[in-house]
Nanobody
Framework: QLQLADAGGDTVQTGDSLRLSCAAS????????VAWFRQAPGKDREFVAA??????TYYADSVKGRFSVSRDKASSALLLMDRLKPDDTAVYYC??????????????????WGQGTQVTVSS
């Protein structure tokens, strides 16, 4: 069974950059869609970005142009975050699944989840 470990969260200043990683064990990410979600205190978990196996990427409007999702190796993926804002403060989770395109932003469509990594952006 695939297990995911996300890492790279930190406390940074507005305008800084961070790189989050998602490492898979027990298998590879081949054939899967890799996505990132985030959850801020008191808010629902929200979609951030997704990378389909064939390379198509999808982003939430709030991060488009600032965040970039990529596959690092067969068993890891990255979320590069630039020009961070205080509104980006949240726990970030990587997720893996095979959602249909219309459901790619739906958390329930993903089978495997990382444990989350905290990103805090101070103003």
């Amino acid at each position: 069974q695939l297990q995911l470990a996300d890492a790279g969260g930190d406390t940074v200043q507005t305008g800084d950059s961070l790189r989050l990683s998602c490492a898979a064990s027990g298998g590879t990410l081949d054939g899967y869609t890799v996505a990132w979600f985030r959850q801020a205190p008191g808010k629902d978990r929200e979609f951030v970005a997704a990378l389909k196996w064939r390379g198509n990427t999808y982003y939430a409007d709030s991060v488009k142009g600032r965040f970039s999702v990529s596959r690092d190796k067969a068993s890891s993926a990255l979320l590069l975050m630039d020009r961070l804002k205080p509104d980006d403060t949240a726990v970030y989770y990587c997720a893996v699944g095979r959602p249909i395109l219309s459901a790619i932003r739906t958390a329930g469509m993903y089978y495997y989840w990382g444990q989350g990594t905290q990103v805090t952006v101070s103003s």
